[in-house]
């Protein structure tokens, strides 16, 4: 190879094509393997945005991000949610290994609130992460440029920055470095890489998170078979009470 | 400085603890300060940017004694005497009217054809005293440190309450940020001289005929930085609409503690980055409120509508082992569709796991009594539902897993 086209190659700021981006800040392990190693640094990046696209809620889109977040607030560092679209159930994220003290909730009431605060926790060096919910708040029409902002913030700040969005976003124009599509495959979770700083990602790969109950058709069978006699059994109580 | 005030004095013991309030002046024992803020010309660069942000004009002087400190200033200021020796080469440029004398004494001495104390030091100091009083040329000894002369030190408050006069009614919150500094600094000076921090303090907007709003402040943790206080007051009055325009605005630290010590984590990355969320976490809810910002923690009870608290409650709450629970919860549960003893939510739910029993607080008039099952829909929602055995087809969507 031509000596100054190596001299070139060896700068920061040049990338191969071929080759991931030499990642500008430590990565937080995923805690699951296979997605590492399709990630540029070999984890969810800090100071810069990721979006995680979702046609539904409850897929297992947290269950994605709950063992990095369960070892960040193992080691005493902070997890804010920002207008988390439902209560959280303290019991549930006890049990998904993740140390409450270090769980921080912000709800504001109004959208401009709700974008302010998330770019003031992301450039607070303070917290670690920072999971945000923030287009069912505006009805889906963020403001122009807030990923803009939000993006620059993470920067400032150096924390990991997950916003979670609806898939029609898929083709929209985004300034974060890295976009996941989730999608649901039974007991697994499809993660389809759509933006990722370095070569393109060919293929979907399916991930086993952590879900409550084994996918088995069969067992829900028996399951609505222990069900539905006393389900009946009610429905003749009605018919009683009539 | 026209009118020195306590507010003032109280800021000036951000630089040290010695401060004398005179009546035209301000004079500050900075010899035990100088290492502390690297040098003379650090810290007269922080007193002077701390006088430009408060708006305030002043003559600066450094000498060897405190006289000659304020005859220096009186005519200009400007001089810095580090030495006795530099003091007096300062002094004999000083023109007598800087030291404010009697009227008689002042035109006996310009009976002599004496202008500035140089040219009075060149005469014997012997007749001087003869012939202009003893207590005249105590003074100048004084101020050529040739004899002591201590001074009565400002005695900062055992409270911190401070106030100032508007210059023009207020009536936009956010513009009281600046008369606010005022008094900032000053407590910051107050904080610093006694060496504690404040974990609340209270504004008192006064709107006259009486009417006071009252706006306090709480912090996460101590704090004794003016700009630390000052972040956090700015997002609380960016959220606040005055009912009057304001006329006065007053500053009080009911409550203050002595600072701890500097522990060695401060110095590492773990000390910055809490300190960094304790602000973020004050500034949060001087915007948003407090209802706005909660942390997470179990509460003993089985009913899952029970079992979150917004507020650390009892420590080391044991977990039961208990079965999958929801990350979210729907409050209130969702009613779901039954058609042929199925539950339904865009059509029929797969039920995953179940039932589980849940029967409590029949105590406190909460009754339950409901069996949860896992259940997926046909998007693939990993979802909590429960049905109420005694209540036909009450079927209701709790929770779900994502």
């Given at each position: 190879m031509n000596p100054s086209l190596v001299q070139v190659l060896e700068r920061g700021d040049i990338r191969r094509g071929d080759a991931f981006a030499v990642a500008p800040a430590p990565t937080l392990a995923s805690g699951f393997a296979r997605l590492d190693a399709e990630l540029p640094g070999g984890g969810w990046p800090r100071g810069a945005l990721t979006e995680l696209l979702t046609e539904h809620e409850g897929i297992g889109e947290l269950g994605l991000l709950l063992p990095a977040l369960a070892a960040l607030t193992a080691a005493g560092q902070t997890v804010m949610l920002i207008a988390p679209p439902h209560a959280t159930h303290a019991p549930a994220w006890a049990a998904a290994g993740i140390r409450l003290e270090a769980l921080r909730l912000v709800l504001p009431r109004r959208p401009r609130d709700a974008l302010w605060a998330a770019v003031e926790a992301l450039r607070c060096g303070g917290v670690a992460a920072t999971l945000l919910w923030l287009d069912e708040l505006f009805r889906g029409q963020l403001p122009a440029n807030s990923l803009r902002r939000l993006q620059v913030a993470a920067g400032e700040g150096g924390g990991g920055a997950f916003c979670f969005r609806p898939a029609?976003?898929?083709?929209a124009a985004s300034p974060a470095p890295l976009r996941l599509q989730l999608q649901p495959a039974g007991r697994q979770l499809r993660v389809q890489l759509l933006k990722r700083r370095g070569p393109p990602a060919r293929q979907a790969i399916l991930l086993d998170i952590a879900r409550p109950a084994d996918f088995s058709p069969r067992v829900s069978h028996v399951v609505a078979g222990t069900v539905l006699p006393d389900a009946a059994d009610s429905r003749r109580r009605t018919r009683v009470a009539a | 400085m026209a009118f020195p005030t306590p507010a003032l004095a109280c800021w000036a013991g951000r630089f040290t603890p010695q401060v004398n309030l005179a009546p035209a002046a301000l004079r500050l024992e900075i010899s035990g300060s100088l290492r502390l803020f690297g040098g003379l010309p650090a810290l007269l660069q922080r007193v002077c940017e701390d006088l430009a942000a408060m708006d305030l004009r002043a003559q600066l002087a450094v000498a060897a004694t405190p006289l000659a400190a304020l005859w220096l200033a009186r005519v200009g200021g400007n001089v810095i005497a580090r030495d006795l020796a530099a003091t007096r080469a300062a002094l004999a440029a000083v023109p007598l009217t800087a030291l404010q004398l009697a009227p008689p004494l002042a035109r006996r001495i310009e009976g002599f054809g004496l202008r500035r104390i140089g040219e009075l030091l060149a005469l014997p100091r012997a007749s001087l005293g003869a012939r202009l009083g003893k207590p005249f040329v105590i003074d100048l000894a004084r101020a050529l440190g040739e004899i002591a002369d201590p001074q009565s030190c400002f005695v900062f408050p055992e409270h911190f309450e401070q106030g100032l006069e508007l210059p023009a009614p207020v009536a936009a919150a956010p513009v009281l940020l600046f008369a606010a500094h005022r008094l900032v600094a000053a407590l910051a000076g107050w904080l610093a001289a006694r060496n504690s921090a404040v974990r609340e303090i209270e504004w008192l907007i006064d709107h006259g005929h009486g009417r006071t709003t009252v706006l306090p402040l709480a912090f996460s943790a101590p704090v004794y930085r003016a700009e630390r206080i000052e972040r956090v007051l700015k997002e609380r009055l960016d959220a606040l609409s005055l009912s009057a325009p304001a006329l006065a605005l007053r500053l009080c630290a009911p409550q203050a503690e002595p600072r701890e010590a500097r522990n060695h984590a401060l110095f590492d990355g773990g000390g910055q980055r809490q300190e960094a969320l304790a602000e973020l976490m004050d500034r949060l809810v001087a915007r948003l409120g407090p209802q706005a910002v909660q942390g997470l923690a179990c509460h003993a009870d089985h009913r899952p509508e029970l079992a979150s608290r917004s507020e650390p409650g009892l420590p080391a709450f044991r977990l039961p082992a208990l079965p999958p629970r929801p990350l979210w919860l729907l409050n209130p549960p969702e009613a779901l569709r039954e058609v042929q003893g199925r539950p339904q939510r865009g059509g029929a739910l797969a039920l995953m796991a179940g039932p589980e029993r849940i029967e409590s607080g029949w105590w406190d008039g909460g009754d339950a009594r409901r069996d949860y099952f896992i259940a997926i829909d046909s998007a693939g929602r990993w979802l909590w539902i429960f049905r109420d055995p005694r209540l036909p087809g009450g079927w209701f969507l709790h929770g779900i897993f994502s």
């Open positions: 029609q976003l898929a083709a | -």
